[in-house]
């Protein structure tokens, strides 16, 4: 069973572009989670995704970004007109289903530079 | 923010058991305790988690104060590949599900 996977590993843009981060969550999982990691600090809880539906955004950022989890495909986090402030890793994490019984996998991480 | 607060860093001798502390004062009675690593900034590891009840699995055990307010990590017998930041780390389910990250502590094992 593969794990989580996250495409780009690497993503680089210039200010003022668009950023698209993907995640394929594991087989089977229907829960999706973002994070973000800014450089030595630990990771902050952006937005928990089911299918189709967004559960909990409180850690987006209210402007540029957002999240889907269509019914078909992978997750995508979307970031507009991107900022040297966006600069991070985006990690995405996914469990079969919420609660502390099933655990949260985490894929490699998406690290986006802005320059 | 945070709901936890752990040492910024500690060191083990490897073969030794590293027992990382990690006070939560403010968790909820339906919050739980998660501990993650993180390995060369790799995505998140999971290690144990528990609710009131000390745990243990075969990666660690974990001792929670009857208060709740703290806990302590331990890895039975360290080794060089354990060096990591270790994240403790509480869960959030009611309403939501999400993982409440602290600052983490950087465990350096060492020969």
């Known amino acids: 069973n593969a794990g989580v996977m996250q495409n780009p590993r690497h993503l680089v843009r210039r200010r003022g572009q668009e950023a698209r981060l993907r995640c394929s969550p594991m087989k089977g999982h229907s829960h999706v989670y973002w994070y973000r990691q800014l450089p030595e600090e630990g990771l902050k809880f952006m937005v928990y995704?089911?299918?189709?539906?967004?559960?909990?955004e409180s850690g987006m950022p209210k402007e540029r970004f957002s999240a889907e989890f269509p019914k078909e495909g992978p997750s995508i986090l979307r970031i507009q007109q991107v900022v040297r402030g966006d600069s991070a890793a985006y990690f995405c994490?996914?469990?079969?289903?919420?609660?502390?019984?099933?655990?949260?996998?985490f894929g490699p991480g998406t690290r986006l530079t802005v320059t | 923010d945070a709901k936890t607060t752990q040492p910024t860093s500690m060191d083990c001798a490897e073969g030794r058991a590293a027992n990382l502390p990690c006070n939560h004062s403010t968790i909820s009675g339906n919050e739980y305790v998660y501990w993650y690593r993180q390995i060369h900034s790799q995505g998140p590891q999971y290690i144990i988690h528990g609710l009131k009840n000390n745990e243990t699995n075969e990666m660690a055990s974990l001792i929670i104060t009857e208060d709740r307010k703290s806990s302590t990590m331990i890895l039975p017998h360290a080794t060089l590949r354990d060096t990591a930041v270790y994240y403790c780390i509480v869960r959030v389910v009611w309403n939501t599900d999400k993982l409440i990250f602290g600052t983490g502590t950087r465990l350096q094992v060492f020969p």
């Open positions: 995704l089911q299918k189709e539906n967004i559960i909990d």
């Open positions: 994490a996914s469990s079969p289903n919420a609660g502390s019984t099933y655990e949260q996998y």
